[in-house]
């Protein structure tokens, strides 16, 4: 009788630390997600074209498995071209991107990670259009690379860009009708990888190219057989917690 009384009194005690932190034990379960694929991990991404509201660029903790194998990582992602007042999305900033040169986008992205995320962490990028082409410039910018693991940079109708320097793994996807994972330089620098090196979908988008960039990359029929980090047929899963998301602008001055 004492026994049960005992552990009567233990799951009580329980009950009452979980219902007493912020949200209780609920609102913790409703924060955390699982995103199986890359089609999931777009829709992340595409949050960032919110008009300059919360700006382009947000960061999320969770939880890298592969296998059995289990990381903390911080999801990094980048939305695309957006006509925003004082906001890097701008078309200036794409051909800045294209061409592998310094942009506002860029630096503000460099600077975001530096504070507020730990120095050593793990990151995964992912970023859509010009957002993947500056994905590629912090993936191989050497202040991110000395003070951080950059696991996976995952671009949605991106060009290729800054080949070789890069650390992690790149997985590039791009719908059959879309052309602009084409439009860089890289395009006649590297035009093999550039051009082989996409992985691509075919959408039935024929002669809309750009419907083709901008619907294509949340369908699962498309993309779910591509994991979080972009692998088709992969299975890495993302759990994070969502509570944990913040956004942030991306001026340009």
Excluded: C
């Amino acid at each position: 009788m004492k026994k049960r009384l005992g552990f009567i009194a233990l799951l009580l005690t329980l009950v009452m630390v979980f219902t007493a932190l912020p949200g209780g034990l609920i609102a913790f379960a409703d924060s955390t997600r699982t995103y199986t694929n890359a089609a999931e991990i777009y829709t992340l991404v595409r949050d960032g074209y919110n008009g300059g509201a919360k700006g382009p660029i947000s960061i999320t903790k969770g939880t890298l498995k592969q296998g059995f194998s289990s990381k903390t990582v911080y999801l990094v992602t980048l939305s695309g071209t957006e006509l925003v007042l004082n906001q890097s999305t701008e078309v200036l900033t794409d051909l800045f991107s294209g061409f592998d040169l310094d942009n506002a986008y860029y630096w503000n992205v460099v600077r975001v990670i530096q504070q507020n995320v730990p120095r050593g962490a793990n990151i995964i990028l992912a970023g859509h259009s010009l957002g993947g082409m500056v994905a590629q410039q912090v993936a191989a910018d050497s202040t991110i690379k000395s003070r951080y693991n950059v696991l996976n940079t995952v671009t949605f109708g991106s060009p290729l860009l800054s080949v070789g320097s890069r650390e992690g793994v790149v997985r590039r996807l791009g719908d059959v009708s879309d052309v602009v994972p084409y439009l860089s330089g890289r395009l006649f620098t590297n035009p093999i990888t550039a051009i082989f090196g996409l992985n691509r979908e075919d959408g039935h988008y024929y002669g809309r190219p750009i419907t083709a960039h901008n619907a294509s990359y949340s369908r699962t029929d498309l993309w779910g057989k591509y994991d979080v980090t972009g692998t088709r047929y992969g299975s890495a899963r993302l759990i994070l917690d969502l509570g944990t998301r913040e956004f942030f602008q991306s001026p340009i001055f």
